[in-house]
Structure formats: structure tokens, C-alpha cells
């Protein structure tokens, strides 16, 4: 995911629920792009998120 669609599905800081989910065990990468808006400009260091991993649940959080 790229942060600017994110912000455009109205998720306002997605880098804040990235660190969210990394905090919870989840793997997740991220590289820098440029990415071009909906008007045609570029916009250069725009994040880039991959989730690498998923979460193994363990016994203590109800399995989820």
C-alpha cells in the first residue's frame, strides 16, 4: 500500500497504524517511492508498506 492511497480511503495517518501493527507482531517493510496523484504530479518519498509476515497468534490473546 502507498501512503497516499491510504490517505485518499480516509485512513489520515497510516504511518502511525503501521507502527500499530508492527507493535502487535506483524512484519511489515517499507521503502520509498515516487508516487504520481490523481492530477498527474509527482510526489517523491512517498511510503511504500508490504506486510511481510503475518502475526502468529499466541495463547494469551484469545487466538486472533
Given at each position: 500500500m502507498v501512503s497516499m492511497s491510504v490517505a485518499a480511503q480516509r485512513v489520515r495517518h497510516p504511518a502511525a497504524r503501521v507502527r500499530e501493527l508492527a507493535a502487535s507482531g506483524?512484519?511489515?517493510?517499507?521503502?520509498?517511492?515516487?508516487?504520481?496523484?490523481?492530477?498527474?504530479?509527482?510526489?517523491?518519498?512517498?511510503?511504500?508498506?508490504?506486510?511481510?509476515?503475518?502475526?502468529q497468534p499466541s495463547l494469551f490473546d484469545g487466538g486472533s
Amino acid at each position: 500500500m502507498v501512503s497516499m492511497s491510504v490517505a485518499a480511503q480516509r485512513v489520515r495517518h497510516p504511518a502511525a497504524r503501521v507502527r500499530e501493527l508492527a507493535a502487535s507482531g506483524y512484519t511489515i517493510l517499507s521503502s520509498r517511492v515516487t508516487a504520481i496523484d490523481s492530477d498527474g504530479f509527482a510526489h517523491s518519498g512517498v511510503a511504500l508498506y508490504s506486510l511481510a509476515e503475518r502475526r502468529q497468534p499466541s495463547l494469551f490473546d484469545g487466538g486472533s
